[in-house]
């Protein structure tokens, strides 16, 4: 029974053992310090912090140098096969890492008890901002994985802790260091397609409004082709101002007016053949003053619409203002002739 009771103390033991070493590989070891990195612009010397160079876009051939600041976390054990791994795609990439210094892509470091006995050096990576060129997917060709399109590339930089297989391969991934250094490849012909697009395809949403069309040109630009998209999105402009309906305002404002017109006209008709006796004449030709007013106040937003059609591109626009201006005139001419009305009307009180 005794012998039975040492057995399974014995067994509990190491069940725990093996738990609180689970625990321990588990846990983070290292951190990276955000407040004290930097990354160097090294054609410009300007300076930024990690936090605000994440996510940030970055012309291609740039050369940049990253500063990271690694501390170990107390209190956590560190075991002797850990090692950490620097990878990034940025172009020339050379490492530095205390006294050594490396020319490669990917590269394990801080090997072994001694190194993990020793605070952690900082971490410095220079390298050239790589050509905005990445994988795309051509629409009904998924199965093709090869396919390179001009866009914003996504450019890293990325510390692991782990254990190694090999001298450029990890067993074992024990951590990932958070926040990982990531930006954007990019060049001035991308931003500038990319504008010139949003500006066309917003000035045909203004006209048309929203189709499928629209979401399929910016897709068009997400997926590698700036150039057709831009392109494109200036001849769905073009389409828009021959598909865009004439303004409703305008319709509106000359519906208005010509019911106007006609009221004043059947009001002076009306009274000077006799009727309406015992109506307060000097409020009809008062209303009638008023009528005048508002026509003039349509007129002014004809001179509005006109004055922005003239200055249009389009040989339809700046021709469709030229009779606006003659409208606004006859209407100008209307509105003096419902004032003559209004004056003659008080001559018959």
Known sequence: MKHLFFTSLVVLSFALLFLFVGIASAQDVL???????????????SKQTYEVFLDSDQFEGTRLEFNIYVSKIEKVHILDDYVLKLETNMENPEWKFGDDIYHSAEVIVWKGKEEHERM?????LSGEVPKPIKTVEEPGFEAYKEIDGIGKREVYLKLTVGTMRDEATLETIIQNLKPTMEFYSTNEGIQQAKSEMDDNLEEA??????????????KLYEEGHPGWASKLSEHYKELSVAAEPPPLTLYVILSVMLGLMLGSVFVYV?????????????????????????????????????????????????????????????????????????DRIKGFR
């Open 205 to 218: 949403k203004g006209k048309i409004g929203p189709t499928g069309l629209e979401e399929e040109i910016r």
């Open 270 to 342: 009306y009274v000077s053949r006799g009727g309406g006796k015992g109506v307060d004449v000097s409020q009809i030709s008062a209303e009638l003053d008023d009528t005048s007013g508002k026509i003039d106040e349509k007129s002014s937003s004809i001179n509005a619409i006109s004055t922005k059609f003239a200055r249009s591109e389009d040989d339809e626009k700046r021709s469709a203002a030229r009779e606006l201006i003659k409208i606004r005139a006859s209407l100008n001419e209307l509105s003096n002739e419902i004032r003559t009305i209004a």
């Open 31 to 45: 951190r990276l310090d955000e407040d004290e990195s930097y990354v160097l612009n090294l054609e410009t010397g």
């Open 120 to 124: 952690v050096p900082k971490v410095i």
